[in-house]
Nanobody, 120 residues
Framework: QVQLVESGGGLVQAGGSLRLSCAAS????????MGWFRQAPGKEREFVAR????????DYRDSVKGRFTISRDNAKNTVALQMNSLKPEDTAVYYC?????????????WGQGTQVTVSS
């Protein structure tokens, strides 16, 4: 059974930083593309970042490029999202996701989410 558990969320002032982490189990982690998504109140869930399993290449939504960095540690079965220069519009529940497709867009597995709140 695949399990994804996020941690690291919290309250931070605008301009601050947070590091989210996702611990994965029940899967061959090195063969899964990992992603981060977020959902703000009253809005649809949106893609934030992805790291592919074949090449470790990364993709980001435009609004976080240059501020967020996704990384993975295959030895520890974890994926992280380093978030710098946070803005109030980054406030959302952040979800970790996993999928066996290298070019995953629709992810099969999801965590429960962790709240990130950025105050102005």
């Amino acid at each position: 059974q695949v399990q994804l558990v996020e941690s690291g969320g919290g309250l931070v002032q605008a301009g601050g930083s947070l590091r989210l982490s996702c611990a994965a189990s029940g899967l061959t982690f090195s063969r899964f593309t990992m992603g981060w998504f977020r959902q703000a109140p009253g809005k649809e869930r949106e893609f934030v970042a992805r790291i592919r399993w074949r090449s470790d290449s990364t993709d980001y939504r435009d609004s976080v490029k240059g501020r967020f960095t996704i990384s993975r540690d295959n030895a520890k079965n974890t994926v992280a999202l380093q978030m710098n220069s946070l803005k109030p519009e980054d406030t959302a529940v952040y979800y970790c996701a996993a999928d066996p497709l290298d070019y995953a867009v629709r992810f099969d597995y999801w965590g429960q989410g962790t709240q990130v709140t950025v105050s102005s």
